[in-house]
């Protein structure tokens, strides 16, 4: 049975959008019918993640659950937000809906685990937010899979530039600062990178070259179409 998707956006909203297109481009179809239904919440109000997990007050689960209620009023059957740091409500969000919510976590550890040839090397980019719940580098250890994570230093980096990120999209000046992140973490032995962070993921779909990224955006994507109801196109 294929079902109506909601998406809980606006964390980020280009991050929504691309989500969005990221489907679409998954979707195993020959015309329009053959595409999913999707309703887009692109709620630009809900505070920062990442602030709230390091102290600040405003917290953004009322105004994400309160977009969940909203799309379901208006025929929302399975539920995705392009955040990842917004997961740290995962568990909470779900106790207030009958209809399941996808987890990019869990999207994107299953492909980690059910394909052995993405762990070596493998490291974990996002917020620093990322690293105040349990996430990526507590599902795969309970698989036996090792998961590098960012110092203090190269954090503040990643920081740096997933906030640049959204205020002035991809640039020359923070693709440089990309490309040179991975090349530091390359020499210390990161040979797959997890793009826990959508913002990471707009920059990985700007670069002409291919390299060793599982892409969160594309994770939740395959996923969220499979649950839905619809078939996922084969690569290649």
């Not at 007050?57 to 379901?72: F, G, I, M, R, T």
């Not at 909470?92 to 996808?102: A, D, G, K, N, S």
């Not at 999207?107 to 996002?126: F, M, P, Y």
């Not at 990309?178 to 090349?183: A, D, M, P, Q, R």
């Amino acid at each position: 049975m294929k079902k109506t998707l909601g998406i809980i956006g606006g964390m980020g909203p280009l991050a929504t959008a691309v989500l969005f297109e990221r489907i679409i481009q998954l979707t195993d179809a020959s015309c329009d019918r053959d595409h999913l239904r999707i309703l887009i919440d692109n709620n630009t109000s809900i505070p920062d993640r990442t602030a709230f997990l390091m102290g600040e007050k405003n917290d953004p689960y009322p105004l994400v659950l309160a977009s969940l209620k909203s799309l379901e009023k208006i025929g929302a059957e399975v539920f995705i937000m392009p955040c990842n740091t917004a997961h740290y409500c995962i568990k909470t969000l779900e106790t207030q809906t009958i209809h399941p919510i996808v987890d990019i976590v869990k999207a994107t550890t299953k492909e980690i685990i059910n394909d052995s040839s993405l762990q070596e090397g493998l490291g974990l980019l996002g917020t620093l937010g990322l690293t105040k719940f349990p996430n990526y580098v507590a599902t795969l250890q309970k698989h036996k899979i090792s998961c590098f994570t960012l110092d203090p230093l190269d954090q503040e980096k990643v920081s740096h530039l997933i906030y640049d990120i959204k205020a002035r999209g991809i640039t020359r000046k923070n693709q440089a600062e990309w490309e040179n992140i991975l090349l530091s973490l390359k020499r210390r032995g990161w040979c797959h990178f997890i793009l826990g962070c959508t913002e990471l993921s707009l920059m990985a779909y700007s670069m002409s070259n291919k390299l060793p990224f599982i892409n969160s955006i594309d994770c939740l994507a395959r996923e969220a179409i499979t649950v839905c109801g619809y078939p996922v196109k084969k690569e290649g």
